[in-house]
């Protein structure tokens, strides 16, 4: 599996798509998971200047019984 250009496709969408940047991104090796961490400034209290961390894990397999094996073993 291509892991960098998945992660080059996956990661501008959903920074596009939750208006964030993101901040952090890591494949885990064993299960082929991908984690992506995007922060956006808090739309609750403006004045307050906060942040929404968002955290986000997919699943990447080029085998579809490997996903049926990581979805059985969670």
Do not use: C, H, W
């Amino acid at each position: 599996i291509a892991r960098d250009q998945i992660d080059g496709l996956v990661s501008p969408a959903l920074s596009q798509a939750l208006n964030a940047k993101l901040t952090a991104q890591a494949f885990d090796d064993n299960t082929g998971k991908l984690k992506l961490t995007l922060k956006r400034p808090s739309t609750t209290m403006p004045a307050l200047q906060l942040t929404d961390t968002i955290e986000v894990e997919a699943l990447v397999a080029d085998d579809p019984s490997d996903l049926e094996a990581a979805f059985a073993a969670a």
